[in-house]
Nanobody, 114 residues
């Protein structure tokens, strides 16, 4: 059974940092491009970052470029999102997923507020 579990969300002040983790099971992550998405209250879910199978290539939503870093550890079947210089507009539920396949995890809440 394919399962994705996100963790690491928290409430932080603007300018703070968080590191999200994604633990995958039921499939081999090294075979798939992986992505982080987010959904803010009242907004559509959006693609935040993608990393290719070997981690050689990454892509980011314009608004997070230079602040967020996606990475993966295929030996642990895991993926990460390092988020620095957080802004209130980064507040959302963050999800990890295989780029082109389901399912969705339960998400982890990130709240950026003073």
């Amino acid at each position: 059974q394919v399962q994705l579990v996100e963790s690491g969300g928290d409430s932080v002040q603007p300018g703070g940092s968080l590191r999200l983790s994604c633990a995958a099971s039921g499939f081999t992550t090294s075979m798939f491009d992986m992505s982080w998405y987010r959904q803010a209250p009242g907004k559509e879910r959006e693609l935040v970052a993608t990393i290719t199978t070997t981690g050689q290539s990454t892509d980011y939503l314009d608004s997070v470029k230079g602040r967020f870093t996606i990475s993966r550890d295929n030996t642990k079947n895991a993926m990460y999102l390092q988020m620095n210089s957080l802004k209130p507009e980064d507040t959302a539920v963050y999800y990890c997923k295989r780029r082109y396949y389901g399912p969705w995890g339960q998400g982890t809440q990130v709240t950026v507020s003073s």
